[in-house]
């Protein structure tokens, strides 16, 4: 029965993936970034603490986008005018987006920039 309610729920995760995914050109963006990376990281043959930080800060980017998503959806579904309130919980949810994404990019430079070189 829970076994049933697990897979039910991951079924329901997989549908807003597919949903983000085919709404969101940022999204899309993170994904291609992702595969990028990991080619990247296959052929620089990148350590296995490498490894984990490179996939802790995807997983942290795409789970930012994931959120921002979630609450630009509700801002529309529950104050589709214009509104300060609105604007500013949407800015705070991007610049979630925009932490995590520069953060990505940090650990990304420590790690492959020396390896050019
Ligand atoms: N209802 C609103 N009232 C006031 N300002 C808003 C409202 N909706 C959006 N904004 C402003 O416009 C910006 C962009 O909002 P939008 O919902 O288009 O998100 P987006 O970042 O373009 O989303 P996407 O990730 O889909 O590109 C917000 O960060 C906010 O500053």
Redesign the pocket.
């Known amino acids: 029965m829970a076994d049933k309610k697990n897979s039910i729920g991951f079924l329901y995760a997989i549908n807003g993936l597919k949903e983000v995914f085919t709404s969101?050109?940022?999204f899309r963006l993170h994904v291609l970034s992702t595969i990028l990376v990991t080619l990247a990281g296959l052929f620089f043959k990148i350590s296995i603490m490498e490894w984990i930080a490179v996939i802790v800060v995807i997983g942290l980017v795409v789970s930012a986008e994931l959120l921002?998503?979630a609450v630009?959806e509700i801002?529309?579904y529950i104050?589709?005018?214009?509104?300060?309130a609105?604007?500013k919980i949407?800015?705070i949810a991007?610049a979630a987006v925009l932490i995590t994404s520069l953060t990505a990019l940090l650990v990304g430079i420590l790690i492959f920039v020396p390896k050019l070189f």
């Open positions: 969101e050109f940022n921002n998503t630009e801002i529309n104050k589709p005018e214009i509104h300060p609105a604007k949407k800015d991007a």
